[in-house]
């Protein structure tokens, strides 16, 4: 099978080179423009590319989303946007909210892989629901759907093989009943339990979309994430043109198990957000609960948080003594540790090695940040016990406090990093509180 052609239109030379040679390395095919969005339309037209790889920053006759767009519809090619933080946010405004239209800059070639790979997953996977949806018209034609058909009143009439095999019952044991009754959907959005869609389907005449994120709870118990539609059942006549769609007789619920895809959605995210080897939010979910923490703080003049940078003193030596294995062991453990030290609101994450760094929020003075942070050591130096062996951990801790001389979040950690080394000056398993004297060191 031929590999997917990727169409990157990037204007920085140097990122449009690293990220060809990465995906390169990854085995696409890989085409490149950053004259024009009109080029880039034309490019998209001859070369007929997979996936388009778009800066959002792209500014011309046709901007970066307007050039998008007409690629969406005109040739129904998905496209990744390229973005940093601040472009993040704006692009947000925008609408841009659908899971996996864009990548943060700077990214790793297994993120990009993840976020490349996501995109035609997901791309493919419409184009198949939209095939898929043009033939569930009729009952007949719905071998592939789980089916349910009620009267008017909502009563149940037909139940396909598929749908008594997801829901658990068979048709004999639910003709005649109330499908509110039988299957228990739920809007896992607000834990509303859905129970007014036939009378919603019959008083607008029209199909409606379940709830994004809806649920079916079985008859054993068992919980799957469902998507389609119900739609009104026409009883069709010639009578005139303008009733040719007759009377509405009754609904059809088609719906589909997409437990498998949610679950491949969950994981991709979990990837983005989350440590691998910790299970602790790691760089770029931190940066996002900081930038929320430093937009509050400058919108409420009495809420201050603090930074506390964490790097472990001598964990070189664990893996030198003990090997990587026990030093990863030994990173779990830590992580475990500093989640007990802290407020249900407070955030640790983990920015790779043995770096940790902690978001406490809603604090009162800097009291509140060094008695967390003496808490912090004190529990860190508790003996450990791991695979036979007793390890004493301890940390140099670096901290930042709120206040509305900065500018920029990411200026918070790179005080408390400050911070950090200063501590580590004083002689390692301390704790110093940054000031701007520090910078001369």
Known sequence: ???????????????????????????????????????AIRKVAEINPNLVLIDICWQGNIDALKTAGIIQKNYQTPVLYLTDYSEYILSNERK??????????????????????????????????????????????????AIVVTDINGCIQIMNPLAQKLSGYKIEEVAGEYIGKV?????????????????????????????????LTAKDGKKIFVADSISPIYLQHMSSESDYKGNITGTVLAFQ??????????????????????????????????????????????????????????????????????????LIAIARRLESCLRSGDTVARLGGDE??????????????????????????TPLYLNGSTVIATASIGIAISSNHYQQPENLLRDADIAMYQAKRQGKARYAIYNSKMNLF
């Not at 204007?11 to 004259?35: A, C, M, P, T, W």
């Not at 991709?268 to 931190?286: I, K, W």
């Not at 070189?316 to 062991?329: E, L, P, Q, S, Y």
């Open 183 to 215: 299957l228990n959907l739920v809007n896992e959005d607000n834990e509303e339990i859905i129970t007014n869609l036939v009378a919603q389907v019959i008083s607008e005449g029209e199909a409606i979309n379940l709830p994004k994120n809806c649920t």
């Open 96 to 145: 841009l909210k659908e899971p996996f239209t864009c990548i943060t800059k700077p990214f790793a070639d297994k993120d990009l892989h993840i976020a490349v790979e996501m995109a035609l997953y997901k791309h493919n996977f419409e184009q198949k629901l939209e095939q898929e949806k043009q033939w569930l018209t009729a009952i007949i034609n719905s071998i592939n759907s």
């Open 1 to 39: 099978m031929e590999s997917p052609k990727i169409l990157i239109f990037e204007d920085e030379k140097l990122l449009y080179i690293g990220i060809r040679e990465s995906l390169q390395k990854l085995g696409y095919i890989v085409h490149g423009i950053n004259e024009s969005g009109e080029e």
């Open 257 to 330: 198990d997409i437990t498998e895809r949610k679950n491949i959605e969950a994981q991709l995210t979990r990837n983005a957000f989350y440590d691998s080897l910790t299970g602790l939010p790691n760089r770029v979910l931190f940066s996002d609960r900081l930038s929320q923490a430093f937009e509050r703080s400058k919108r409420h003049n009495d809420y201050f948080f603090a930074i506390l940078f964490l790097d472990l003193d001598g964990f070189k030596g664990i893996n030198d003594d003990f090997g990587h294995a026990m030093g990863d062991t030994f």
């Open 356 to 381: 940790f760094v902690v978001l406490l929020e809603e604090i009162k003075d800097i009291s509140d940040a060094t008695n967390i942070t003496q808490r912090i050591q004190k529990t860190l130096k």
